[in-house]
Nanobody, 119 residues
């Protein structure tokens, strides 16, 4: 079982920045593809960005050029740097860890952190 704990959410004005962090409680963090998802009120949860074990990244079109995902395998952390925030970025942001391979399939979620972009 892997526990994921997000932090760094809050209230920010449009155009501002926030950095989300996710701490993972596993000794084999490096085998997981890590991702950030978000869910706005009345909407489905959507992928924001993910990063593979090799460091390849993938972003939703709506955040390309504004958000950056990164990971630190030694610290078992994943980050989401969010710049030029817009009101439509308001959502609960969730950290995700997924593994599919010889050891089977595992999928874990954090409890979420609220990001509100408003003036």
């Amino acid at each position: 079982q892997v526990q994921l704990v997000e932090s760094g959410g809050g209230l920010v004005q449009p155009g501002g920045s926030l950095r989300l962090s996710c701490a993972a409680s596993t000794s084999i963090f490096s085998i997981y593809t890590m991702g950030w998802y978000r869910q706005a009120p009345g909407k489905q949860r959507e992928l924001v960005a993910n990063i593979t074990i090799g460091g390849s990244t993938n972003y939703a079109d709506s955040v390309k050029g504004r958000f950056t995902i990164s990971r630190d395998n030694a610290k078992k952390m994943v980050y989401l740097q969010m710049n030029s925030l817009k009101p439509e970025d308001t959502a609960v942001y969730y950290c995700n860890a997924v593994y599919s391979g010889p050891l089977g399939h595992s999928d874990y979620w954090g409890q979420g952190t609220q990001v509100t972009v408003s003036s």
